[in-house]
């Protein structure tokens, strides 16, 4: 599909831009930080002594479930540092970012400032967006087709497989992490790598020796499960499903980012639970604008995208779901 994009295209963004940073949506939000790394990381905290004071209990099992949740709302804050959401200079992200990602979390943060800002320079990109690139999932009828043996049988059937898949994403998020150590540039090589090994070997230890091998196998595999899952399910509804574009398609950046991606709609509860991922295309246009600010922006860029005649994509959570689902079935339907 070739989408082409209407006069006056290299002006709007900029009109855009200057109205949402004349209404304030750009500055930073210290206090609402302030809070929200402050509560984070004590129910962080909380949660991993309340894992070496139940001990040797089959309850650690119900108790991965919360630290499964907390776990991803430190990664949102990751997320945030590694847009400087939070601090205004680079030091200071960097070290917010290593400290959610790469010490809290076990999630690299030169792996994922890599592989998210390509996402965002070209968002769903069939070339330029890892985020759309073949792998245990295909996203275009030539990705499947150039499947083979086990993957071709996973495309085939992707949509069904689909959640099972994320169950494994956080166990993929970490060998990733790891992998980059050696794969991916980045400024502070040493420091990541040694920051993921004091996670691991924390991680290990208080699971170890707060519970026999088995309830912490158990526990592990319901915490990471959970935790990918979470992931997954957080950033799954923002772009699948949405066009894919080709080297052919001629567009700027304010159609780039908005037709490429989905608001989902939601009070206060979803703004909390997906990180503020929800305003996706608000935050594909400013991505350094505070998550707090979003929900603000977002009737600006609706109004602005409207008077263009420009698609503004927005659905519920659950249906947003069911976009992805069928598109991953539609693309494994040549297989079959």
């Given at each position: 599909?070739?989408?082409?994009?209407?006069?006056?295209?290299?002006?709007?963004?900029?009109?855009?831009?200057?109205?949402?940073?004349?209404?304030?949506?750009?500055?930073?939000?210290?206090?609402?930080?302030?809070?929200?790394?402050?509560?984070?990381?004590?129910?962080?905290?909380?949660?991993?002594?309340?894992?070496?004071?139940?001990?040797?209990?089959?309850?650690?099992?119900?108790?991965?479930?919360?630290?499964?949740?907390?776990?991803?709302?430190?990664?949102?804050?990751?997320?945030?540092?590694?847009?400087?959401?939070?601090?205004?200079?680079?030091?200071?992200?960097?070290?917010?970012?290593?400290?959610?990602?790469?010490?809290a979390t076990g999630l690299g943060?030169?792996?994922?400032?890599?592989?998210?800002?390509?996402?965002?320079?070209?968002?769903?990109?069939?070339?330029?967006?890892?985020?759309?690139?073949?792998?245990?999932?295909?996203?275009?009828?030539?990705?499947?087709?150039?499947?083979?043996?086990?993957q071709r049988w996973m495309a085939r059937r992707q949509a069904y497989l689909f959640f099972p898949l994320l169950l494994l994403e956080g166990f993929n998020l970490?060998?990733?992490?790891?992998?980059?150590?050696?794969?991916?540039?980045?400024?502070?090589?040493?420091?990541?790598?040694?920051?993921?090994?004091?996670?691991?070997?924390?991680?290990?230890?208080?699971?170890?020796?707060?519970?026999?091998?088995?309830?912490?196998?158990?526990?592990?595999?319901?915490?990471?499960g959970l935790w990918g899952l979470y992931m997954g399910l957080s950033f799954a509804p923002n772009h699948k499903g949405m066009p894919i574009l080709t080297a052919a398609d001629d567009l700027d950046y304010l159609r780039k980012q908005v037709l490429t991606s989905r608001n989902v709609r939601g009070g206060v509860f979803t703004d909390l639970a997906l990180g503020g991922l929800n305003y996706q295309i608000e935050h594909h246009l400013f991505p350094s604008m505070p998550r707090a600010n979003l929900r603000r922006a977002q009737p600006i860029v609706r109004a602005f995208c409207e008077d263009l005649g420009l698609g503004y994509e927005e659905t519920g959570l659950v249906r947003s779901y069911g976009y992805a689902l069928r598109h991953l079935h539609e693309v494994g339907a040549p297989l079959r």
């Open positions: 599909m070739t989408i082409s994009a209407p006069a006056q295209r290299g002006s709007d963004y900029s009109r855009l831009s200057k109205t949402v940073a004349a209404a304030g949506l750009l500055d930073r939000r210290p206090g609402y930080y302030a809070v929200k790394i402050g509560s984070t990381v004590a129910l962080f905290a909380a949660g991993w002594v309340a894992v070496a004071l139940l001990g040797d209990s089959w309850w650690q099992a119900a108790l991965a479930v919360p630290l499964a949740i907390v776990c991803t709302q430190m990664s949102f804050l990751g997320h945030d540092a590694g847009h400087r959401q939070i601090a205004r200079t680079r030091r200071g992200a960097v070290t917010l970012g290593l400290l959610h990602g790469n010490l943060y030169g792996w994922w400032m890599d592989k998210h800002t390509r996402h965002h320079a070209n968002p769903n990109h069939e070339d330029e967006d890892p985020d759309v690139g073949a792998g245990a999932l295909v996203w275009t009828h030539e990705q499947a087709l150039e499947t083979r043996g086990v970490h060998w990733a992490s790891i992998r980059s150590i050696r794969d991916t540039p980045m400024r502070h090589r040493a420091l990541e790598a040694v920051l993921l090994a004091v996670h691991t070997v924390g991680y290990l230890t208080i699971v170890l020796t707060s519970m026999s091998p088995v309830k912490a196998l158990v526990f592990v595999l319901i915490h990471q």
